[in-house]
């Protein structure tokens, strides 16, 4: 397994790219980190370089105090990207890092940069309608309960008392920052928004996945995978699939193509 590079200490780069035209930059989910993406750095052409910003708290930024606070979050990931904006750049985020990836591409628009070439919202309604919660205020067995629900954490983590422990402490500051989550000032993005989703995901359906039309004045695709919300693990081949077609179609061709679903 390939060692990660840091650009910066809130992103990490799972394969070299010195030569890529494009950066494609990734958003983790609640609870999650940028090894979420480790494996697409087999699944994208060498044309693309793969960032994943890596939030604080776990990982190996785990010593590193979380943050709770979307303004804050997205100003220090806009830092850390901001040197590498010298060439164009596509945003994904799964879940969370959806509201994340369309709050960071407004940042650095705000900054004066170029704005995305598409954002990926995958797993996250639209910002307008961002639902709030109380997930964070809960107990821990509460807590668990939810991250059974939506599933992607390993129930072997769940039941070891020392794991869930340290897991708790950053999934809860995550799910702080999103419930409390509201749409930041500013215009809407102009660029094109894929929405991805599980068929049987109970946080978003294909529906009101088309309220993403409200966070851009540029087109909007929704596409359907099978699974839940956490439907792009089992289907990852897909997904990046789906992703470099809307991207450039040639991409596509450019392989390679891995045994993957």
């Not at 809130?10 to 930059?25: E, G, V």
């Not at 960071?104 to 995305?116: D, S, Y």
């Amino acid at each position: 397994m390939t060692a990660a590079t840091s650009p910066h200490p809130w992103l990490r780069r799972f394969r070299p790219a010195a030569h890529a035209r494009m950066r494609l930059i990734c958003l983790p989910h609640a609870g999650g980190g940028a090894n979420a993406y480790r494996s697409w750095a087999a699944l994208l052409p060498t044309g693309v370089d793969l960032l994943c910003v890596q939030y604080p708290g776990r990982e190996d930024r785990f010593t590193d105090p979380p943050v709770d606070d979307m303004s804050a979050l997205v100003a220090a990931a806009a830092d850390g990207l901001e040197p590498l904006l010298d060439r164009p750049y596509a945003v994904f985020g799964h879940s969370m890092g959806s509201a994340v990836g369309y709050e960071l591409a407004r940042e650095l628009r705000g900054r004066g940069h170029a704005g995305p070439t598409r954002l990926f919202a995958s797993g996250r309604r639209a910002p307008a309608d961002a639902p709030g919660g109380r997930v964070h205020q809960a107990d821990d067995d509460a807590l668990v309960a939810e991250l059974v629900r939506l599933g992607g954490t390993e129930r072997e983590i769940l039941d070891d008392p020392g794991l869930r422990a340290a897991v708790l402490g950053y999934v809860r500051s995550d799910y702080r920052l999103i419930e409390r989550y509201r749409p930041l000032a500013g215009p809407p993005l102009d660029c094109p928004v894929s929405v991805f989703v599980g068929d049987r995901d109970p946080e978003v359906d294909a529906a009101s996945a088309r309220r993403w039309d409200t966070a851009t004045t540029g087109r909007v695709d929704v596409q359907e995978f099978p699974g839940g919300h956490f439907y792009l693990a089992a289907r990852r081949g897909e997904v990046v699939r789906a992703l470099l077609r809307r991207i450039d179609p040639a991409l596509v061709a450019q392989g390679p193509w891995p045994s993957t679903p």
